[in-house]
């Protein structure tokens, strides 16, 4: 499909705002890219996928989604036309998708090499600051999401690690294989906090432990995550 039909939108874009269509024309006529399109539902990028291009949204609307523990799944962003993704993966040393991207609506999305890329930042100036810009305020806001997910409760805490342990050894009667400390270190709670919460759980029914834990009600447990 030709870059032609998307100079407008791509002009528009804060990352090649700096380019005249004629420039757009020139400089596409020199770099491996590529235009798909996609239809509602469908799967763009999944986790641990190899990112090795950066993506300009055309036409549509894309949804990135996470699965958690529980199976799970969480609506985190929304993209639309003119936004970008994977400006974060393909120069990472390791460029493996931690999400699934998909179709909200018919979509259109322009794939740039990542060779392409690198020679864009070292030869325009512009679109190097602006990547610069986009990356960082994306580092940002993934530091301040990062603040959210860590203020979950230690009771939260406790019940996603004993589902997703419930789910690995396909058992109600959890292994630990880890003291109590260990276990606290590894949720990133305190001991004594770890053991209040364990002991509340256990007297609402919804576990049994001593030196192994038995879940005694999954779906309330399921509900606490």
């Known amino acids: 499909m030709s870059i032609v039909n998307y100079l407008s939108i791509i002009t ?9 269509q004629e420039a757009l024309i020139s400089l596409f006529s020199r770099i491996p890219y590529k235009i798909e399109k996609y239809s509602k539902g469908d799967l763009i990028l999944a986790e641990d ?8 949204i055309l036409e549509g609307t894309l949804e990135v989604q996470k699965m958690d523990a529980s199976g799970k799944v969480l609506s985190i962003a929304e993209f639309t036309k003119g ?9 990472a040393d390791k460029n493996t998708s931690p999400i699934n991207v998909l179709a909200k609506s018919k979509v259109a999305v322009l794939h740039i090499q990542k060779d392409a890329v690198l020679s864009l930042c070292q030869s325009n100036k512009g679109f190097l600051l602006e990547y610069l810009r986009i990356i960082s305020n994306k580092a940002l806001i993934l530091n301040l ?21 419930h789910k690995e050894q396909n058992s109600l009667k959890i292994k630990l294989n880890m003291t109590k400390k260990d276990w606290a270190d ?8 770890l053991s209040r919460e364990l002991i509340k759980l256990k007297e609402e029914g919804i576990i049994e432990y001593d030196k192994d834990i038995i ?3 999954l779906d309330s447990l399921k509900e606490l995550i």
């Open 12 to 20: 528009n874009t804060n990352l090649f705002k700096s380019f005249s």
């Open 49 to 56: 996928d190899t990112c090795s291009t950066l993506n300009l």
């Open 215 to 217: 879940i005694k009600d």
């Open 145 to 165: 999401k990062l603040k959210e997910v860590t203020l979950k409760t230690i009771r939260q805490k406790i019940c996603e690690y004993l589902f997703a342990q």
């Open 83 to 91: 936004d970008i993704f994977g400006e974060m993966l393909i120069f």
């Open 186 to 193: 590894k949720i990133g709670v305190q001991r004594p906090s």
